[in-house]
């Protein structure tokens, strides 16, 4: 069966400092990876995706960035935190065939608190 | 922006049928209702999906409207495991990249009491 890992689960980062969110799949092969935001109190937004190795794809303009240097593996990354960077971070992958109505599965998330 | 209207919050009692409904007026033939929760401080868990016919699976039940604008999730016997923020989504089923994603809105908060 298919999993899911992110990490750490919580972490607490001073401003200007930089941040590194890693996420892992295990039991599946060339998923699609995402990585989403939620702030408190709202909605998830979508921040990256990619459908292989090294192709990333942006969604919103921000102080972060991605990378897929390994088919399972997607890292989230940010040189200097702001304070607006504080939320609830969650990687999740879905298959990457072309079969319709494959499902998105998240993983545990990651709390972010930029102090 | 998200392409369904749900209620903000319900009540249900302990063991009995919760019923959360989902509008999604604008949905094309081309896109799957998805139900997602997501409990305080967890990620977003699957519960079901579908595209015009009725979906049951051990979590729960999905009733679509033959119009397809919208749906019900049924919890049949809801515990205080339950409480938790529901999500209703619509998602293309061409996907490829972006397509695939899920746009939350802000979900039912559905509070069981004992």
């Known amino acids: 069966s298919q999993t899911i890992h992110q990490w750490p689960a919580t972490l607490v980062q001073p401003v200007g400092s930089p941040l590194s969110l890693e996420c892992t799949v295990e039991g599946t092969s060339n998923p699609n990876l995402y990585w989403y935001r939620q702030a408190a109190g709202r909605g998830l937004q979508l921040l990256f995706y990619s459908v292989g190795i090294g192709q990333i794809s942006s969604e919103v303009p921000q102080n972060l960035s991605a990378s897929r240097p390994q088919d399972r593996q997607f890292i989230l990354s940010s040189k200097k935190l702001l304070l607006s960077d504080s939320g609830f971070y969650l990687c999740?992958?879905?298959?990457?065939?072309?079969?319709?109505?494959?499902?998105?599965?998240f993983g545990e998330g990651s709390w972010l608190t930029v102090v | 922006d998200a392409k369904t209207t749900q209620p903000t919050s319900m009540d249900c009692a302990e063991g009995r049928a919760a019923n959360l409904p989902c509008n999604h007026s604008?949905?094309?033939?081309?896109?799957?209702v998805y139900w997602y929760r997501q409990i305080h401080s967890q990620g977003p868990q699957y519960i079901i999906h579908g595209l015009k016919n009725n979906e049951t699976n051990e979590m729960a039940s999905l009733i679509i409207t033959e119009d397809r604008k919208s749906s019900t999730l049924i919890l049949p016997h809801a515990t205080l495991r339950d409480t938790a923020v529901y999500y209703c989504i619509v998602r293309n089923r061409n996907y490829g990249g972006s397509q695939g994603n899920l746009i939350f809105g802000k979900g039912t908060k559905l509070s069981v009491k004992p």
């Open positions: 604008t949905i094309s033939g081309n896109e799957y």
């Open positions: 999740a992958w879905m298959i990457g065939t072309g079969f319709s109505g494959n499902t998105i599965y």
